[in-house]
């Protein structure tokens, strides 16, 4: 069974940089679609990143430019390389993986659908 577990969070100063990685506890194959979503204090979820069996990624409007999802099969984690940030990506970030169609979805439906997650890892960005 695929269990995910998060790594890398922390607090920085508007304009830093952190990365987030995730490791898997099973290969990560072509079955699965993986990606990042965050939840802040008081808000909904929001899909952040995500990237399918064939190194395809997309991005929120809000991190592009900024984040970088990739995956490293033989190591099975995904990671989220994070830069240029704001105190707006103050969150709690979630790895979380579903079947490779989900993909397909937007990422706010990706968000709220995605079957497996890791317990979170807080990101705090200060002004």
């Known amino acids: 069974q695929l269990q995910l577990e998060e790594s890398g969070g922390g607090s920085v100063q508007a304009g830093g940089s952190l990365k987030l990685t995730c490791h898997a506890s099973i290969t990560i194959n072509s079955r699965y679609c993986m990606g990042w979503f965050r939840q802040a204090s008081e808000k909904e979820r929001e899909g952040v990143a995500a990237i399918d069996s064939g190194d395809f990624a997309t991005y929120a409007d809000f991190v592009k430019g900024r984040f970088t999802i990739s995956k490293d099969i033989a190591k099975n984690t995904l990671s989220l390389q994070m830069n240029s940030l704001e105190p707006e990506d103050t969150a709690v970030y979630y790895c979380?993986?579903?079947?490779?169609?989900?993909?397909?979805?937007?990422?706010?439906?990706?968000?709220?659908?995605?079957?497996?997650r890791g317990q979170g890892t807080q990101v705090t960005v200060s002004s």
């Open positions: 979380a993986a579903g079947p490779d169609f989900m993909c397909g979805l937007d990422l706010s439906e990706q968000a709220r659908r995605f079957s497996t």
